[in-house]
């Protein structure tokens, strides 16, 4: 008798832990392990194509709201509840399926997706900011974060640092970045990674190579006519940078 008591109160205790409330669901999920695989020091968008194609969640139970971000174009949907898990429908009968798995929020594979896995954003950025918004800032840090020495180019021998928020300072004559994650300058640059650089908003795109702690960042040449799409290709070495 104690014994079959015993393992009904166990049953229900794992029952208890594995069950999840509306709640749970809240805030805003970030695909760790892209940027988790991009930290490592290899090209970021082999490493966006390996663990995409989206890279944010944001859930408002209360709300019944749902938006996803894939680097590039942002989608809003609306949340239904379902028997342990939420679906969201987007425009166009677009049907998602999000379950929890532990602490994790998954993507189930659907026709339109591949099943994908996120994790709570421990740092988030405001309910109330863009999509994405919270995904780039931690991508960015991971990514390049620290300290970097200009090795070769101008301003050599100074200090370069990216800001999580696309500030960057030590390149001389600039102050912001931005990374391409996908979309028109990923389609613009092929197979190779490039950044935005710029000053009191004026700026031009580079092709860079990232490889351990060594960051080169190229020129970007443009082989296309003045009434076509550009076509990016590296050309000469504009900065050697190094991270200490």
């Not at 208890?16 to 999920?29: L, M």
């Not at 429908?89 to 998954?106: A, I, K, M, Q, R």
């Not at 390049?144 to 640092?161: D, S």
Request: proline share 5%; hydrophobic share 35%.
């Amino acid at each position: 008798m104690r014994q079959a008591l015993a393992l009904t109160l166990a049953a229900a205790l794992l029952s208890g832990c594995a069950s999840h409330k509306p709640e749970d669901y809240n805030g805003i999920w970030i695909n760790q392990k892209a940027i988790d695989s991009a930290a490592k020091g290899i090209s970021l968008r082999q490493a966006l194509k390996d663990n995409g194609p989206n890279f944010e969640w944001k859930l408002n139970i209360a709300a019944g709201q749902a938006s996803v971000d894939n680097g590039f174009e942002l989608a809003e949907g609306q949340l239904t509840a379902g028997d342990k898990q939420y679906q969201v429908v987007f425009p166009g009968n677009h049907v998602e399926t999000l379950t929890l798995d532990g602490d994790e929020l998954v993507q189930n594979t659907s026709q339109w997706s591949p099943q994908q896995s996120f994790e709570k954003a421990r740092s988030p950025a405001p309910m109330g900011a863009r999509t994405g918004t919270t995904f780039e800032q931690a991508l960015y840090s991971a990514y390049l974060g620290g300290e970097w020495k200009i090795m070769a180019g101008p301003g050599q021998g100074g200090t370069v640092h990216f800001r999580d928020n696309g500030v960057v300072e030590g390149l001389p004559s600039l102050d912001r970045y931005a990374l391409c994650l996908a979309g028109d300058c990923a389609d613009m640059s092929g197979a190779n990674d490039s950044l935005w650089l710029e000053r009191n908003q004026r700026g031009a795109p580079y092709i860079f190579k990232r490889d351990g702690d060594q960051l080169e960042i190229l020129r970007a040449l443009n082989s296309a006519q003045p009434d076509e799409k550009p076509q990016l290709s590296p050309g000469p070495r504009q900065w050697l940078l190094e991270r200490d």
